[in-house]
């Protein structure tokens, strides 16, 4: 399956093995972050209209509307579909159980801007900057536990790159940097 957000105020969802358009899902403006979660039925998507929306992928319901004053610009959800990050451009970064319907933690991440997250279980979440950080979470607290930066070795040593993606492989933490560069810790 993938889900693609589009210009004209849907997210769409496509069964790629097969083919064909499975679902829409509708904002009132451009859809600017999509996740979904085809094992539990789930599917956050984020829009320029100021909203996420949390929807139940089998019928295209609206489960859940999340309301900010900017646009959303990250959504993801865990692999248990039980954690939620939403992303409100300029705004602090909100970890939601969705399961409990509760907001776990308002997430400190000073004055760098969130462009990728991944979960780690529903134990950590993993968090990576538009200035080369990469945050580790706990996802109970919401409390920052280990900081990473990416392109700050030799000739590497660039003054910005975005972490376009970040995630555990066993023990390895690996980043893709904006630079060009696979990063692995």
Do not use: C
Not at 62 to 77: A, G
């Amino acid at each position: 399956f993938a889900m693609l957000g589009l210009d004209n105020n849907k997210a769409v969802l496509f069964d790629v093995q097969n083919g064909g358009l499975l679902r829409e899902f509708i904002h009132g403006g451009p859809v600017t972050a999509v996740s979904v979660n085809v094992s539990v039925g789930r599917a956050l998507t984020g829009s320029e209209d100021s909203t996420a929306k949390l929807w139940n992928i089998r019928n295209a319901e609206l489960i859940r509307e999340f309301r900010y004053r900017n646009q959303v610009s990250l959504v993801t959800l865990s692999q248990s579909g039980a954690l939620a990050l939403i992303v409100p451009s300029n705004e602090e970064a909100e970890l939601w159980n969705i399961t409990s319907r509760q907001k776990v933690a308002n997430l400190k991440t000073a004055k760098f801007r969130l462009y990728s997250a991944s979960f780690v279980g529903d134990q950590r979440l993993l968090a990576g900057t538009t200035h080369r950080n990469i945050f580790e979470f706990d996802t109970q607290t919401g409390k920052k536990t280990q900081t990473w930066q990416i392109g700050t070795e030799g000739k590497q040593a660039f003054k910005s790159a975005i972490v376009l993606d970040v995630g555990w492989r066993g023990s390895q933490l690996l980043a893709i940097g904006s630079n060009g560069y696979l990063y692995a810790f």
